[in-house]
């Protein structure tokens, strides 16, 4: 038996060989295909072979175009996508950056909006509760807001000598909201004395010199205070946000001058050149040293100006109210003096060379600006009040001579509201202009 040629074919499922299509048997044949082997076999070959591609626009130029684009540098803005890249460059290790992402990324979105609520948490208590905090603070002793006491006249006469009709309780209760507002803001401590006409004293005239007197009665009941601040009814704060520290007391030595020849509407002889005195009371500045200043007051165009001036707990100021206050002073002088206390103070500082070692003056706008009408027309660059400036406070000095106090004392109010707005209520007072010249601009258009 001949062997057997190899086939390139597997063997026939069928029994006797042959396939079971049509034409794939060799020698078989069928009426309706004639097919070979071969033939079939090339026709698969030929179906495996992948057909080129060829792109349209296949000229020189064209190819010119893709080589220059190619050539050019190529910038990735956004990391890349590409899976395959991926999966090679990380095949096999642990990716540290995906990892952190993956675990801190809700962590971080969690600690984003926690974040948020307690910003917003935090811009409801500054706006509510800030400014209260603040000053509950200044009332502590390390504010230092309680060293000062403002003391200020309340009910003149009180009805006694004259009948306080609507325009003075006006006044008054204007007045002491003035000061109990810029007192809470500074955490100061407010004492309103009461200087009713009342036969408090052996003396019935004794009534109009009792400032002394209730300066002595706040050291004793504010016995931790270091200044006190008087006040009369007639007087304005302007500035709440000026406080008295950065006004004054931080500055002493600057801003106060000793020598009353800088300005002396009095002549009063100064310095003392008696031969018995020490060097420190012919020196017209004195020590020198801010330590030792203990009354701080102003002039006006007529002398000293007690509406509003300071005191120091000392031992001077304690030798200064006894004097101050003695009653055979008083009962010598005060049919002569007609400032009363303040006619008193100028003779002692005139005839007592001690006293002027512990006074120091302040500019008379620093602290006592004088409207219009109060000692000239308001010309006047050292006394009268300067907007511009923005003067600390206003004194309406000797306006029931003659003028008005309350139309005074309004115009200053109102004055002191507008250039003290916050900054949303300047915000809205420029909307309400920027409406109100479009609208004005609108009427006259419709008027014309």
């Known amino acids: ?44 070959d030929d179906a495996r072979v992948y057909p080129s591609f060829s792109t349209r626009n296949s000229g020189f130029f064209s190819r010119q175009k893709r080589r220059l684009s190619a050539s050019l540098p190529r910038f990735r ?21 995906t990892r952190l992402v993956s675990v801190l990324g809700p ?4 600690t984003r909006v926690r974040l948020l ?9 500054y706006l509510r509760f800030w400014t209260g905090v603040v000053e509950s603070y200044r009332r502590t002793s390390l504010g230092g807001g309680k060293s000062v006491v403002i003391i200020v006249a309340s009910n003149i006469e009180g009805g006694v000598m004259e009948w306080k009709g609507a325009r003075e309780w006006a006044i008054e209760r204007v007045t002491l909201r003035n000061k109990r507002k810029y007192a809470k803001h500074w955490g100061h401590e407010l004492e309103i004395v009461n200087l009713v006409a009342r036969k408090k004293y052996a003396h019935e005239w ?45 500055n002493l030595a600057s801003v106060t001058y000793r020598d009353i020849n800088v300005y002396n509407p009095l002549n ?8 018995f005195l020490d060097p420190r009371s012919r020196s017209p500045d004195g020590d020198g ?19 509003s001036f300071f005191m120091r707990r000392s031992e001077w100021s304690d030798r200064l109210l006894d004097i101050w206050w003695d009653p055979v002073l008083y009962e010598q002088k005060h049919m002569e003096w007609e400032h009363k206390e303040q006619d008193s103070l100028e003779h002692l500082y005139a005839h007592q060379p001690w006293i002027r070692s512990g006074v120091a003056f302040l500019p008379q706008r620093h602290i006592n600006s004088f409207p219009p009408g109060a000692c000239g027309d308001g010309n006047d660059p050292q006394i009268h009040y300067k907007q511009h400036d923005r003067d600390f406070l206003v004194n309406m000095a000797g306006c ?18 507008w250039i003290n707005r916050t900054h949303w209520e300047r915000f809205k007072d420029s909307l309400s202009g920027f409406w109100k010249s479009i609208s004005g601009s609108k009427e006259k258009e419709k008027h014309s």
């Open 1 to 44: 038996m001949p062997p057997s040629r190899p086939s390139s074919r597997p063997p026939s499922p069928l029994q006797g060989g042959g396939w079971s299509s049509p034409g794939l048997t060799i020698g078989s044949s069928s009426p309706h295909t004639l097919a070979s082997w071969s033939g079939e076999t090339s026709k698969s």
């Open 77 to 97: 803005f956004m990391p890349s996508r590409d899976y395959q890249e991926k999966e090679k460059l990380g095949r096999g290790r642990w990716q540290l950056k």
């Open 107 to 110: 962590l971080l979105r969690r």
């Open 117 to 125: 609520l307690v910003a917003i948490v935090v811009l409801v208590y």
């Open 206 to 250: 004794r009534e109009g010199w009792e400032k002394a007197d209730m300066i002595r009665e706040a050291m004793r009941k504010y016995p931790n205070a270091e200044w006190f601040w008087w006040l009369d009814h007639n007087t304005f704060i302007m500035e709440y946000s000026n406080s008295l520290r950065n006004h004054i007391f931080k």
């Open 268 to 275: 009063i002889s100064h310095p003392p050149n008696h031969f």
């Open 289 to 307: 040293d801010p330590s030792s200043i203990s009354l701080i007051l102003s002039q006006d165009c007529s002398g000293f100006n007690l509406g």
């Open 400 to 417: 029931e001579f003659g003028r008005d106090c309350w139309a005074e004392l309004y115009q200053y109010r109102e004055l002191s509201n």
